[in-house]
Nanobody
Framework: VQLQAFGGGLVQAGDSLRPSCKASGRSLNFYSMGWFRQAPGKEREFVAS????????DYADSAKGRFTVSKNNVKNMGYLQMNSLKPEDTAVYFC??????????????WGQGTLVTVSS
C-alpha cells in the first residue's frame, strides 16, 4: 500500500487542523493506521493509532483529549483531527500502516509527511 499524507499547514495556537492520509494500491482494511510526528532535532514519536479490527484507538498523552484519529475504509483514507493546537505540536506528521502499536518499527508503510506549524 502507498500512503500520501496531506492537509498540514500554518495555524495559530488554539486552531484546528485535520491532516489526512490517502491510501492506494491496497485497502486500508488490512492495516491498522498510526500517526507519528517529528519535530526539528527530535526523534519521530507516536501520536495516535486506529486498530484495523473494531476501531480501538490509542493516543499519546500529548494528544489525549485534543486529537481524534479515524479511518474510512470505503474512501481508503485516514484522518487525524487536531484541535486546540499548541506551538509544541509543530512537526512533520506522518501516517503509517501496519500493526497497531506505539512502536514505529511495526509499521511497514509510510507516507511522506505533512508539515504542521503552530504559531503562538
Amino acid at each position: 500500500v502507498q500512503l500520501q499524507a496531506f492537509g498540514g499547514g500554518l495555524v495559530q495556537a488554539g486552531d484546528s487542523l485535520r491532516p489526512s492520509c490517502k491510501a492506494s494500491g491496497r485497502s486500508l482494511n488490512f492495516y491498522s493506521m498510526g500517526w507519528f510526528r517529528q519535530a526539528p532535532g527530535k526523534e519521530r514519536e507516536f501520536v495516535a493509532s486506529f486498530d484495523r479490527n473494531g476501531g480501538s484507538t490509542d493516543y499519546a498523552d500529548s494528544a489525549k483529549g485534543r486529537f481524534t484519529v479515524s479511518k474510512n475504509n470505503v474512501k481508503n483514507m485516514g484522518y487525524l483531527q487536531m484541535n486546540s493546537l499548541k506551538p509544541e505540536d509543530t512537526a512533520v506528521y506522518f501516517c503509517a500502516a501496519g500493526s497497531k502499536s506505539r512502536d514505529r518499527n511495526l509499521y511497514q508503510h509510510w507516507g511522506q509527511g505533512t508539515l504542521v506549524t503552530v504559531s503562538s
